[in-house]
């Protein structure tokens, strides 16, 4: 019985791929079952909009779960920086409307190669890890709605699947200049595309003029003079005639007639058009249609949007940190373990560290999320190797900042003791920089009392000074160093223990 029941759901769901696949063109919202839930729900909205215009109160907060997508051995997932570009690009895009993004948690370690080109073979596994509460958004490399027919693979860019309810976007479409998310989002509330009807099959010459009476998608053509926008076309009135389905190169549409003879005269800035040429800033959502998105979002069915929504943290970013170690174009004391350190920021809540061979990080980069802090050691560097690195500070919200200015260190072939001190929970050095005649004061808190030597190095790694063994004391511990007869520079001081060795970078001015 079991069985039979299963193979009943994958009859159901294997139709709903069949229907689907009639998708050409750029979105993959082009048709078939998906094409008509989409505009089932626009035109339950259009009526909810009519009973109950939307009152814009506060801004909403709408929660995103990023699911950065590898082929199954861990290659090709879509660069961070580029997902925190697009965010703060969706952001703007958004703002006129008071509708903004967050993110609520990024998955960047789904290794699987189904997702990654072929999602209609992988929505069981996707489902698994969807977030419930979010606006899912996955980040591919062939946006695979249905299994491709022959010569479509890679046309299209994007995608919402109405019955998961979730968005897919291939990761070459991700970033500031791409208007794909944009537009996958607006199906995500309930859009369709300003062209409906021509989705599959543009207005062309072999059509001709005046355009027939229904588009070859069997939807009533939309006139130039708006006498029949509401039924016909997107159903919305204040977007103009659009019969370009796809094709049309350039931003300036002169080409079809509607039924009556009159040349039409889309707007191809709409977000919901497929005129992807236009200038990149000039794209927007017309007020219709965000009103018709804020009722999609105030629907019962968006509910589980809200559970759990926060007000993420809103402190705009406005500084840039300073890279304070490892010193730019100085040498790391060892190659095994290097703590990278740089100054915190207001408003960042997260900091992407990006280290590669190569100053464009593009050779095999290494980055690292770190969350509420503004260090963090990373033991994968070689020896004697040239590094580059940079940090971008972020938070859920404030994804616009940009990285720091490129630094560069080297590491030598030194081992150092890689384990941090357990029983150490906080020290740090003052003043730093320090004058030659000064006294360092350390300050060290401890959870339990231990022995520890402390001596300086410099910044090639030869021990220029011993400091001597001092006991550190559970709880708080002040220890004075004279810096006198040492030239200017700068300085590790290394606190070591059986357990391991922590080090603190000194700079000494003359
Ligand atoms: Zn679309």
């Known amino acids: 019985m079991k069985k039979l029941i299963l193979s009943a759901v994958f009859m159901i769901f294997g139709m709903a791929v069949l229907q689907a696949q009639t998708n050409t063109g750029p979105c993959g919202n082009g048709g078939g079952e998906w094409k008509e839930m989409i505009i089932e729900r626009l035109l339950r909205n259009k009526q909810l909009l009519a009973e109950d215009p939307v009152q814009f109160r506060d801004v909403i907060y709408v929660p995103v779960r990023f699911h950065l997508v590898a082929n199954s051995s861990g290659t090709g997932r879509v660069v961070f920086g580029r997902v925190l570009e697009q965010l703060c690009k969706l952001n703007e895009d958004y703002a006129d409307f ?11 370690n789904i290794n699987n190669t189904a997702i990654y080109n072929a ?12 977030d419930p509460n979010a606006l899912n958004i996955w980040i591919v490399d062939v946006a695979a ?18 019955g998961r309810d979730w968005v897919v976007v291939r990761r070459d479409q991700v970033g500031a200049s791409s208007v794909t998310l944009p537009h996958e989002v607006g199906h995500f509330f309930s859009l369709d595309h300003t062209h409906n009807g021509w989705d599959s099959t543009p207005w062309s010459s072999s059509i001709g003029n005046p355009a027939p009476l229904f588009s070859p998608g069997g939807v009533p053509t939309e006139r130039q003079d708006g006498s029949n ?37 889309p707007d191809e800035q709409l977000f919901m058009s497929y005129f992807l040429n236009c200038t990149r800033n000039n794209y927007y959502f017309s007020p219709t249609q965000i009103n018709l998105m804020m009722t999609d979002y105030n629907h019962s069915s968006r509910n589980y949007l809200r559970t759990g929504a926060v007000t993420p943290n809103l402190t705009e970013i406005t500084e840039v940190p300073t890279l304070t170690f490892p010193i730019n174009n100085e040498t790391t004391p060892g190659y095994n373990i290097v703590n990278f350190q740089w100054t915190a920021v207001a408003g960042a809540d997260f900091y992407l560290l990006e280290i590669d061979r190569v100053a464009t990080f593009t050779l ?30 972020y938070s859920a919200y404030r994804t616009c900042a940009l990285s720091t200015p490129v630094a560069t260190f080297k590491t030598n072939s030194t081992v150092v003791a890689t384990q941090e ?51 550190v004391q559970s709880g708080a511990t002040y220890l004075e160093f004279s810096m006198e007869g040492l030239s200017s520079g700068v300085y590790m001081l290394a606190l070591s223990h059986e357990e391991g060795r922590e080090i603190r970078r000194v700079v000494l001015a003359k």
């Open 98 to 108: 008071d509708m903004q993004f967050y993110i609520k948690g990024v998955n960047d």
């Open 364 to 393: 095999n980069p290494i980055r690292i999320i770190v969350a509420g802090a503004n260090s963090r050691s990373v033991t994968t560097l070689e020896a004697n190797r040239t590094y580059f690195w940079r940090v971008r500070p």
């Open 229 to 265: 926008c509401e039924n016909s076309g997107d159903f919305i009135c204040d977007t103009p005639p659009d019969y370009n389905g796809f094709g049309f190169n350039g931003c300036n549409y002169n080409i079809a007639q509607d039924p009556a003879g009159v040349f039409i005269n």
């Open 119 to 130: 999602q209609y073979n992988a929505g069981l596994v996707m489902n698994q890890l969807k």
């Open 421 to 471: 001190i357990e029983a150490l929970n906080e020290w740090t050095v003052s003043p730093n920089p320090i004058i030659s005649q000064g006294a360092l004061q350390i300050s060290l808190q401890a959870e339990k009392s231990f022995d520890g030597d402390f001596s300086l190095f410099n910044a090639a790694g030869q021990l220029v000074r011993s400091l001597g063994r001092h006991r």
């Open 145 to 162: 709605p249905a299994a491709p027919s022959p010569g479509d693979e890679g046309v299209i860019l994007g995608y919402y699947n109405p």
